[in-house]
C-alpha cells in the first residue's frame, strides 16, 4: 500500500501545485513510483493546463494525467459553485477510492488540497462535502504550504488551529517563494512559536528542485489507515 502526504494550502495560488510538483520530482528523480493526486480542480480549460498537468510536466511521473483529478471545473470559481454551474458534484466515496486505486499503482503519493482549509466542494441544501471531509478520510499526514510574505504569520495560525478544532494536526510547514531577509525570517520563527509547529523546508521563488534529498521528503509519506 502507498504512502501519501496530503499538501495544505494556506489559500488558493500559495504554490501547492508548485511545491507538490518539486516534491514528486525530487521522489520520481530517486527511483520512487511517485504520482499524484487532487479530488476538486476548478478553473482549468484542460487537463493539461490543470494543476495535474503542471505536475505532470515538471515531476517526470509515469502516472497518466487523467487519474491524478476526480473533478474538474472549467469555472474559475470555488469547487462548489463551479459544480452548481457546470454540473458533477463530488462524491467521497468517488475520491477515496480514486486515492484508493492510485495507492494500488504507486509507492509514494502526494495529495493536493483545493483553495485553503476551508473550501466547500458541494454545497447544497440536501448536501455538502467541504475539503475538511476529505483530510479526515484520507487519513494523511498533512503539510502546510506558505509563503513568508506580510500576512502569512495570521494564516498559518489560523489554519492550524482550525486543522487542530477539527482533529487534525499538522506535521509541518513548507514556506513557498523564500526570499529571505528580516521580515521573512522572522515571519517564520513567529509561525514556528505561535503554532508549535516546524518549518520543513524553504522553496525558493523559481526553484527547479525540491531544496532537500529524497530520503528526507520519503520520511514525511505515511500510510492511510
Ligand atoms: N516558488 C515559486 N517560484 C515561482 N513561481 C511560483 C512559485 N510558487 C508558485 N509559483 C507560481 O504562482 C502561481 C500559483 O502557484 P500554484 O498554482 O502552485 O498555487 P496553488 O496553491 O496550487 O493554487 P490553487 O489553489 O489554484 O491550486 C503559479 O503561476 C506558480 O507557477
Ligand atoms: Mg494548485
Redesign the pocket.
Known amino acids: 500500500m502507498a504512502k501519501g502526504l496530503f499538501i495544505l ?1 494556506t ?11 518539486l516534491l514528486v520530482k525530487c521522489l520520481v528523480e530517486a527511483g520512487y513510483q511517485a504520482g499524484y493526486y ?1 479530488a476538486a ?3 482549468a480549460a484542460s487537463l493539461s493546463e490543470s ?1 495535474a498537468g ?1 505536475v505532470k510536466a515538471v515531476s517526470g511521473t509515469k502516472q497518466e494525467t487523467e487519474s491524478m483529478v476526480s473533478y474538474s471545473y472549467q469555472t474559475p470559481v470555488s469547487p462548489h459553485l463551479a459544480a452548481r454551474l457546470e454540473g458533477g458534484y463530488a462524491h467521497l466515496s468517488v475520491i477515496q477510492s480514486a486515492f484508493a486505486g492510485l495507492c494500488r499503482q504507486m509507492e509514494l503519493v502526494t495529495v ?5 482549509m476551508i473550501c466547500p466542494l458541494v454545497y447544497e441544501p440536501n448536501r455538502q462535502l467541504m475539503l475538511l471531509d476529505v483530510i479526515q478520510a484520507l487519513r494523511l499526514p498533512v503539510l502546510l ?1 506558505s509563503t513568508a510574505a506580510l500576512g502569512s504569520i495570521n494564516q498559518v495560525v489560523l489554519t492550524a488551529q482550525y486543522a487542530a478544532a477539527n482533529g487534525i494536526s499538522l506535521r509541518g510547514i513548507l514556506i ?3 526570499h529571505g531577509g528580516r521580515m521573512e525570517e522572522d515571519n517564520c520563527r513567529m509561525m514556528e512559536t505561535l503554532t508549535g509547529l516546524p518549518i520543513l523546508g524553504y ?5 527547479k528542485a525540491f531544496p532537500l534529498p529524497a530520503e528526507v521528503v520519503s520520511s514525511w509519506y505515511g500510510a492511510a489507515d
Open positions: 494550502g489559500g488558493t495560488d500559495v504554490g501547492k501545485t508548485y511545491v507538490s510538483a487532487k480542480q476548478s478553473g494543476d503542471w493536493e488540497g483545493s483553495g485553503g504550504v513557498n517563494r523564500y522553496v525558493a521563488e523559481g526553484a
